[in-house]
């Protein structure tokens, strides 16, 4: 079993940063790929960036490339996303997500924290 924790979210103006966290128990986290998602108020939740389980590969969203940096600790069973030159529209409850080798599903998921950004 993994459980998943975000931190860090918060209220940021336009142009500002935050920095996201996901802890995760369990000693099999270095097996997972890791994903960010996010859903807005009325909307789908979506894609925002992943992250192979050796930090080898990521991939992000078109919407963030260039803002967004997904990274991980393994020995610290951690997953990060840094977000820089915030907007309002990136305004949402983020939640990240763990995929282990062969999943089709995602295996689990955090509880997910609110980021708001003012313009």
């Known amino acids: 079993q993994v459980q998943l924790v975000e931190s860090g979210g918060g209220l940021v103006q336009a142009g500002g940063s935050l920095r996201l966290s996901c802890a995760a128990s369990?000693?099999?986290?270095?097996?997972?790929?890791m994903y960010w998602f996010r859903q807005a108020p009325g909307k789908e939740r979506e894609f925002v960036a992943s992250?192979?389980?050796?930090?080898?590969?990521?991939a992000y969203a078109d919407s963030v490339k260039g803002r967004f940096t997904i990274s991980r600790d393994n020995a610290k069973n951690t997953v990060y996303l840094q977000m820089n030159s915030l907007k309002p529209e990136d305004t949402a409850v983020y939640y990240c997500?763990?995929?282990?080798?062969?999943?089709?599903?995602?295996?689990?998921w955090g509880q997910g924290t609110q980021v708001t950004v003012s313009s």
């Open positions: 369990g000693r099999t986290f270095s097996r997972y790929n």
């Open positions: 997500a763990a995929r282990g080798p062969g999943s089709r599903e995602f295996d689990y």
């Open positions: 992250i192979t389980w050796n930090g080898g590969s990521t």
